[in-house]
C-alpha cells in the first residue's frame, strides 16, 4: 500500500520583498468536509484564485469563488478530474454571471489541485502556475495560458498530473511567473523555508502563493511549520526527452470530454506516469515550438528518429493488412465462384461481376459510406450534447446545494431541470438521468410545496383523440374530443374497471335542421328536458350538452340519438364563443370576440329567449379571456397570461363590480402576491370545486399542474403528476371521495387526493 502523505505548508503573501502577515486572498487548503461525497473523504484541495477588474474587489468576492469552487469539487463523487472540472465550471458561469449582471468586467484565473495519497492532479483556467520540484527536477504546468475565467460559457480546462512522493515541494500560485532557471535545483533544497526564500527571489516582486512540502504520514509535522532538513536526493536529469504516452491513467478513462493531447515529462530517477495535459481542439503540429527543458530545436532533434521510426512501422504495418485483406477477399471470390452453378459469373475461376452491376454498386457504395458517416457524425453530436447537459445538470446541482436560502437555490435546481430534460432528449431511458431528475425536482416540490399524485388511465388503450374538458354524471365520466369533434362516454364496468362507450352518439354535423361546427365546450343539464323538436316523445333525462362555435346547442343523451337547438342570437351577434358555464337555470356563454358574456334562461331545457349582456354599463376587454367559472354567483374569468378577473354583482339587476386583476396570496418560500402565480406558464381553465371545501382549481397545461386556490385566490396546493402521463393536463374535475379526475392527450385518469 502506497504511503500516505501530509502536506507542511505555508500561505505567501509578498509586498514590496516582504513577506506579510495577512493571508492572500484567492489562496485556500481545505480538506473534505464531514459531508463529502463518496471517494472525496481523503482528498486535500488546494486552491489559488486571481481576479482582475477594473475597479477595486472586495475580499468577500474571492471568498465566495472559492467557497464555491470548494463545495462543488467535494459534493462530486466519481473521478478527480471530474469533479474538478465542475468545479472550475462553477467558479466561470459565477463570474460570468456576475459580468452580465454587474455590467461590470471581471476576468481571473482559478488553479485547483488535488492532493490524494501519491498523486496529485491540477485542473486549470486562465493564468496561474503549479511547480513540483524533487531533487534538481522540475515539473511546471501549465505550459500555455488559456482562456481566461468570466469570458465565455466553455471553459479551456487544462490537466496535469504526477505522483509525487516525501520530500517533495509544490508550489501554487495564480499570479507568480517563475523563470525556470531561477527555480534550477528548488528541490534539492533542505527546508520549506529555503525553498520559500528561492520563491520570493525568483517571482521579483508582489506575490502570492501555496508551497508545501510533502512528508510520510505520521511525521509529525505541524501545519505552516518548517520543514525538517533533509538529505537532498541525487541529481534528476532535467532536459528528458518529451515522449507521447499511449493512454490517460484511469482517472482520465473515466473523462466524458473529447481526449486532449497528452505531453508527459517523465523524470529519469522514477517511473511514473506524470502528464502535462492541455484540452486543446487540436494536436500542436510537429514544427511548433514546445514549452519544456530543452530548446524547441533540440526537442525537434531528439524527436525526428522517433518520428522516423513510427511512420516506418506504420507503414510496414499498413502493407501488412492490405496483403492479408487482398488475399482474403481474393479466397471469398473463388468461393463464391464455385458455390454457383458451372458458368454462371464466372471467369478463369473468378466471380465476374456484370458492368452494370458493378456500375451500380460504385454508385451506392459511397451513398451508403456517406450515410453511415453521417448517422456516427449526428451519434457524436448528439453523445457531446448529452455530456455537456448532464455536466450542466450536475454544476446547478452543485451550486443549488451551496447554497442555504431555498429561494436562491431555485433557480439552480430549474436550470437543473432543463438541462436534464435535453439529456432525456439526447438518450431516454438513462438510469443517470432519472436519478438527477428525481433529485432535482424532489427539491423543487419541497420549495414550492407541490403534491405528486400517482394517476391511474382509465382506459388501457385510451380514447385515440384529443381531450380538452371532463364534466362528471353520476358515475359515467364524458369528455370533450377535440380532434374528432365529438363528446366521448367513459362508463364504469362490473368488474370496477371503465370502458368507452361505442354507442354514445355526440358529434358535430347536420342534427336535424340544425348544423353544429365546432364544440368548444360542454356542460351537465339535470333532466327532464322537454324539448319541442321531440314531440311526441316522454321528457329526456339528464342532458350533456355541448356549445359550438357559432351558438348550437347539441344535446345527447346514453341510449339515444342525439338533438340540436340553436341558441338565440345576440342583438349584437355573436362573435366567437369559446366557453360556456351553467349556473342554476341560467346558461353562460363568453364570447371574446363581443367583449361580453351572454346570459340564457332555461325553459323545460330550452334557452329560447334572446340574451342579455352580463356587462352593461363598462365593458372590459376580454380579448384575451381563456375559460371561466362562477363559484358562488361570482365570475372568474382566466386571462392568457394567469391573471384572474373577478365580477359580482349584489343583486341579479344590479350591474357587476369587478376588479380586473385580482390579487393572489402566496405563502411559498420565495413567492409574493402578486397578480398571477409566478409559475403559471400556460393557463387553460378554471374548475370550480364545490362545497364541503369548496376552492378553484387552475389547470396549467405549461407547467402539467393543478393549483388549488381558495375562493380569494389564496394558494391552497400545487398538485403534478408523479408518473407519465399521455400528454399535458388540460382539465380536471373534483368527483366523490376527493378522487381528482384529469385529461391528458388521449386518455382519462384518476387519483386519490390527499
Known sequence: MPVRLEPDYVLLNVAGGVVLDEAAPGLAVTTAPRRAARGREKDLLLLALSLRSRGPLADARYEQLLELAAATFFSQSGSVTAAARLAVMAVNKAVLDGNLREGMPLQGGLTLAVLRGGDLYATQVGPGALVVARGLGLQRFPALVGRPLGVSDNCEVQYFHTAVEAGDYIAV????????????????????????????????????????????????????????????????????????????????????????????????????????????DEEPEDDEPVAASAGAARLRTRLAPVKSGALFGLRSFGRAIGVTLTEFFRGLNRLTASSLPEGMLQQDGMLAIPGAAMLIAAIVIPLIIVGLAALIYIQLGQQEQYTNAMQQAQLEISRATAEADPSLARPHWDAAVRFVEIAERMRPGQTEVAELRRQAEGQLDQIDQVQRLTFEPLLAAG??????????????????????????????????????????????????????????????????????????????????????????????????????????????????????????????VLDPGRNQIWQYDADAGAFPQRPIGYFSETIFDLKDIVHFTIANG??????????????????????????????????????????????????????????????????????????????????????????????????AVVGSAERLFIVAGGNVYRAERP
Open 173 to 280: 500560485s495564480p499570479s507568480a511567473a517563475w523563470p525556470e532557471a531561477a527555480l534550477a535545483g528548488l528541490g534539492g533544497l533542505n527546508t520549506l523555508s529555503g525553498v520559500v526564500e528561492r520563491l520570493k527571489a525568483a517571482a521579483g516582486g508582489d506575490f502570492a502563493a501555496v508551497a508545501l512540502r510533502l512528508e510520510a504520514e505520521g511525521s509529525g509535522v505541524g501545519v505552516q511549520a518548517t520543514a525538517p532538513a533533509v538529505t537532498a536526493r541525487p541529481p534528476v536529469a532535467v532536459a528528458a526527452p518529451i515522449e507521447l504516452e499511449d493512454q490517460l491513467d484511469d482517472e482520465y478513462e473515466d473523462e466524458a470530454t473529447p481526449t486532449p493531447v497528452v505531453v508527459a515529462a517523465p523524470v529519469a530517477d522514477r517511473d511514473t506516469d506524470r502528464h502535462a495535459v492541455t484540452d486543446l
Open 463 to 588: 380514447t385515440g383523440g384529443d381531450l380538452s374538458k371532463i364534466a362528471l354524471l353520476g358515475n359515467d365520466v364524458y369528455a370533450l374530443d377535440k380532434r374528432a369533434d365529438r363528446i366521448v362516454r367513459i362508463g364504469p364496468t362490473t368488474a370496477g374497471g371503465y370502458v368507452l362507450d361505442p354507442t354514445f352518439k355526440c358529434s358535430a354535423g347536420t342534427i336535424g335542421a340544425t348544423q353544429v361546427d365546432t364544440l368548444v365546450d360542454f356542460f351537465i343539464l339535470a333532466g327532464p328536458i322537454d324539448l319541442a323538436a321531440r314531440p311526441g316523445e316522454p321528457a329526456a333525462p339528464d342532458a350533456i350538452v355541448a356549445v359550438d362555435q357559432a351558438g348550437a346547442l347539441l344535446y345527447c343523451f346514453p341510449g339515444r340519438d342525439p338533438i340540436a337547438s340553436p341558441l338565440a342570437t345576440p342583438d349584437t351577434g355573436f362573435g366567437q364563443a369559446i366557453a360556456a358555464e351553467l349556473f342554476g337555470s341560467r346558461l353562460y
Open 634 to 731: 361570482e365570475l372568474l374569468l382566466l386571462r392568457a397570461d394567469g391573471r384572474v378577473m373577478t365580477c359580482s354583482r349584489p343583486l341579479p339587476t344590479a350591474p357587476p363590480t369587478c376588479i380586473n386583476a385580482a390579487q393572489f396570496t402566496d405563502t411559498r418560500v420565495g413567492r409574493a402576491a402578486g397578480t398571477r402565480l409566478s409559475d403559471v406558464v400556460t393557463p387553460l381553465r378554471l374548475v370550480y370545486d364545490a362545497p364541503p371545501e369548496p376552492s378553484v382549481l387552475l389547470v396549467d397545461s405549461g407547467s402539467d399542474s393543478i393549483f388549488q386556490l381558495s375562493l380569494k385566490l389564496a394558494l391552497v396546493s400545487k398538485y403534478k403528476p408523479a408518473n407519465l402521463l399521455d400528454g399535458p393536463i388540460t382539465s
